[in-house]
T-cell receptor, first 111, second 113 residues
């Protein structure tokens, strides 16, 4: 079975600074996809970034980037120039035949 | 284009009652999913469907049934609700190939007393 571990239940960052959220996973598959989803207080799940396991190049989306270390089974999310609107729960997930989510990291952004 | 919608948004049930949650999507997605979200545990997959007329079990299927009679709808049923099923339920859909983004509905908060 696939598992996802987010070891930081809560993180905080100063507005305009950079923060990194950690995620490790375990899978016996060689082909899979990794995601970071954001869940603001509205409860809506929003895709932040997506990474294909077969791609060595780290995915980036504007201020969001990942550090994908396949051998170490690590998939961290870096948020640059943090904004107040980035405050939310962040979930890491792995998808092969089914989707498994981590328990989430609550990010607070301080003005 | 409404995306993924869920009905109802809130519901309170007594133990032993039954109910059906409706998920509808207008994006012509083949795959549809039902998740539950409990505090401190992230989302867990209950059942999913890879096409009309097909369903499969996810990580936590016990106590739930699903049906996908139409491509755009995915129903989640609770035949005899239990307090352990108190949760927020999310539906999602995606295009056929594994790895495509899942689009989520707004969630249904269910309380079983």
């Amino acid at each position: 079975a696939q598992t996802v571990t987010q070891s930081q239940p809560e993180m905080s960052v100063q507005e305009a600074e950079t923060v990194t959220l950690s995620c490790t996973y375990d899978t016996s598959e060689s082909d899979y996809y990794l995601f970071w989803y954001k869940q603001p207080p509205s409860r809506q799940m929003i895709l932040v970034i997506r990474q294909e396991a077969y791609k060595q190049q780290n995915a980036t989306e504007n201020r969001f980037s990942v550090n994908f270390q396949k051998a170490a089974k690590s998939f961290s999310l870096k948020i640059s120039d943090s904004q107040l609107g980035d405050a939310a729960m962040y979930f890491c997930a792995i998808l092969n035949n089914d989707m498994r989510f981590g328990a989430g990291t609550r990010l607070t952004v301080k003005p | 284009n409404a995306g993924v919608t869920q009905t109802p948004k809130f519901r309170v049930l007594k133990t032993g009652q039954s109910m059906t949650l409706l998920c509808a999507q207008d994006m012509n997605h083949e795959y549809m999913y039902w998740y539950r979200q409990d505090p401190g545990m992230g989302l867990r997959l209950i059942h999913y469907s890879v096409g009309e007329g097909t369903t499969a079990k996810g990580e936590v299927p016990d106590g739930y049934n699903v049906s996908r009679l139409k491509k755009q709808n995915f129903l989640l049923g609770l035949e005899s609700a239990a307090p352990s099923q108190t949760s927020v339920y999310f539906c999602a859909s995606s295009f056929r190939d594994v790895g495509y983004e899942q689009y989520f509905g707004p969630g249904t908060r269910l309380t079983v007393t």
